[in-house]
């Protein structure tokens, strides 16, 4: 008998492309999320008495990326064409990878752009790694598998 079990993936294994280039390592990629609104519709002649659901607009995001701080400044000098009027929309990916690191799954997300930039807390007593915190809003996310 063939082994039919499917394990699955685990979280450690992904990585981040933007516009078909990759970006330093992550620690943290959450937000990969779809919702909608239903909107409720009768006509006066409906049989019986309820209303009818229809799928309404859907909502995407915002994908949250965490990662540890390093001399590279590319996240908060995109951030910063948007905040100065500049359109600076793009394309790209968050790759989930399996333990032989190859792609399985993939989030593709359109039209990105940094809504928030955060950095670490510092504290001279503490002794953790600088963490940076960029929130992307997004206007769609399509699930790829393999």
Request: glycine letters at 6%; hydrophobic letters at 40%.
């Amino acid at each position: 008998m063939a082994d039919d079990r499917r394990d699955p993936f685990r979280t450690f294994n992904f990585r981040l492309e933007i516009d078909d280039t990759p970006v330093a390592a992550f620690s943290d990629v959450t937000g990969l999320q779809s919702d909608g609104e239903v909107a409720d519709y009768r006509t006066g002649m409906d049989l019986p008495l309820n209303t009818r659901k229809i799928p309404g607009l859907r909502k995407y995001g915002p994908i949250t990326l965490k990662r540890g701080m390093v001399a590279d400044s590319t996240l908060w000098d995109w951030y910063r064409n948007i905040a100065t009027g500049k359109l600076d929309r793009r394309n790209g990916s968050v790759i989930l990878m399996d333990e032989q690191r190859n792609d399985v799954l993939r989030w593709n997300f359109e039209s990105a752009w940094p809504n928030k930039v955060q950095a670490s807390d510092l504290k001279a007593s503490g002794n953790e790694i600088a963490i940076e915190t960029v929130e992307l809003v997004v206007e769609s996310i399509v699930l790829e598998v393999g």
